[in-house]
């Protein structure tokens, strides 16, 4: 902890404060940098989390620290899950991000001011280095979800999404970590959580990621306090989807934003051999200009980068019911996704796209679905 610290105080540069009142203020300058709302979480808060808990990882002696939400656009994301327009929430998603980053710069920048040390982590795409780290299977530097839960700002639904009370799932989280002895936000109360078990997440998943029809929990202990959502399976499940690899729910009806139809393994001891076969088929296809996520792990694995297809399961999630159940019913009559050869994506009824696919010559159709050598060579 730093020298500076005596008697609970903080000086630097900036002037003098005490814990109290700067754990006051870092949430009023975050509100005026864009956050709807902060939370501060500790070494004792965070007791016994999962590793990703450990502020420690990101720097020596951390002691606390502050979490921010950010909010994307709701009429974006209507318009996402209705297949009507994608680079909108893309896009969204794109600045959410930065401004969520650019958040907890300052904070860092304005702790320092006051003599802290202090370190931003970035909202997204920054994983943890070691022996084992892949690219379908990464662990983030700090997990902000654990640390939002930990210090207020939500609930764990039943998909492991983050609930906040105003807006749901659809925010984006960044955090600031600091050695100074900040105060600890308490967590939400279990009973006001409006998760209520509706399923519209698992109902949104092509790629069966959730543990259908188990009352399976994940539970996890922060500060002697028991925290729960769904178990999953392999992560490489999600990913097969959420990269794009497939997009197409098992009822063919609908799709994600993906048009490409490569079969999801029943089986998660399968999917190493169905990426095997998905990637070259992944860097036949372009995406028209713009509408791009980065990520350095992505480009330097496929040599491309990412562009936002799915992430339905926290899309289609709402405080209110009502609107949830519009989300979902939107998503299931949103059609299947197919992309033209000027690499338009349109969505049409499911038996239309599969049939639009199964028109296009063997060596074009190979980028959406798995053709038989024997066809090729015909």
Known sequence: MSEMYVDGMMQGPAGRLSMAEMSRQIKVVATQWGAVDVGISTLASLAGGPPSTDL????????????FVIPLDDEAIRKYLAKEDRVAHQKDQNVTNTLASGIAAQAASYLEQFGARAKAVMANNVYREGEGVRYVNQFPDISHRYLAVASGLGWFGFSGNVLTPEYGPNVIFATTVTDAPLLADEPLRDEDNYCDDCQACNASCPSGFFRYGTKEKENLTMNGRDFNYA?????????????????VHPNGRWSTWSPARFPIPKNDKELKTAYKRAI?????????????????????????????????????????????????????????????????????PGDEAKAFVAAMPPERRRAYEFVEEEELAE
């Open 56 to 67: 420690s990882y990101v720097m020596d002696d951390a002691r606390a620290a502050i979490t």
């Open 231 to 247: 178990k999953r399976r392999a992560y490489a499940r999600c990913s097969y989807v959420c990269a794009g690899y497939n997009g």
């Open 280 to 348: 070259p088929a992944m860097q036949e296809r372009s995406m028209p200009g713009g509408g791009h996520s980065t990520s350095a792990m992505a480009f330097g694995f496929n040599g491309d980068d990412l562009w936002t297809s799915c992430g339905n399961c926290s899309l289609v999630c709402h405080p209110e019911r009502e609107e949830r159940d519009r989300r979902i019913k939107t998503l299931h009559t949103s059609g299947a996704v197919v992309q033209h050869e000027d690499g338009r994506l349109e969505a049409m």
